[in-house]
């Protein structure tokens, strides 16, 4: 076993310079050996850079969306003379761009936006499929149904990414969240069908499911407690 003559680091027999301060180890009664287990890499290794930057990718998604935008396109205008069916592609193709590309390159409050430009773009692509089939169905389903429900998906995307993005997520505290998401979603996808389908607005079948949640998060904070109490009292007692 040799010490750094210079800092007095523990030596591994493999090592010819200290690797702290790098200097040379010269220690006539043990000499290096190079073949001996070495806790540090030999040499460094450097991340190979991406192949495709992320404005390559958001061109590369953009041609692919457009080729088969394009063919439904032309294929729809020869077959029928007019562009009918494929508004639904081109409307789809669409939202699959602004839920791919847009993400690639915005850099500051990524998650924000991208929410913030998928729910604009799904909304819309509602909205004109029904418009579009209005006249044979006669229902606004949109502003009732489709457009609550779409808000309440995207706040609940934001407040699960908040909550784990602002306080270092346990196993538990993880839990505890998604387990009261779902709780709260599901009242919340209740009452707005209710309200579409003219139905009072009184909670059925998901109240049970809420409170089911409530108590399993309450019995998880309970457990974290628990665990946290036995760590202090461990600490306390030096175990
Ligand atoms: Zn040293």
């Known amino acids: 076993m040799s010490y750094c003559v210079n800092c007095g680091v523990e030596l591994e027999p493999a090592e010819q310079k200290c690797p702290l301060c790098g200097t040379p180890v010269v220690n006539p009664n043990h000499p290096c050996d190079p073949h001996a ?3 540090y890499p030999r040499r460094v290794q450097e991340a190979a850079p991406s192949l495709l930057s992320r404005k390559t990718t958001a ?21 029928t003379g007019a ?10 193709l669409a939202v699959v761009w602004v839920a791919s590309v847009p993400p690639l390159l915005i850099h500051r409050g990524t998650l924000f936006w991208a929410i913030g430009l998928d729910v604009a773009a799904v909304g819309g692509f509602l909205y004109v499929i029904n418009r579009l089939t209005y006249p044979m169905t006669r229902t606004n ?8 429900l779409l808000l309440l998906g995207a706040a609940t995307v934001l407040f699960v990414s908040a909550a784990f993005r602002y306080r270092q997520p346990g196993k538990l505290y993880g839990c505890i969240v998604c387990v009261m998401t779902i709780g709260v979603l599901l009242l919340g996808v209740e009452l707005i069908t209710n309200a579409y389908l003219g139905k009072a607005l009184s909670p059925h079948w998901s109240l049970p499911i809420l409170i089911l949640c409530a108590i399993l998060a309450l019995f998880l904070i309970v457990i974290g407690r628990k665990i946290k109490l036995r760590n202090h009292i461990k600490k306390r007692l030096h175990m």
């Not at 041609?63 to 396109?73: N, S, T, Y």
């Not at 562009?83 to 789809?92: E, F, P």
């Open 59 to 79: 061109a590369v998604i953009s041609a692919a969306l457009v080729l088969p935008a394009g063919i439904c396109l032309v294929c729809n205008y020869l077959i």
């Open 83 to 92: 562009v009918t069916w494929s508004i639904y592609i081109l409307l789809a």
């Open 37 to 39: 287990w070495s806790a």
């Open 141 to 148: 389903w949109f502003d009732t149904l489709a457009l609550p």
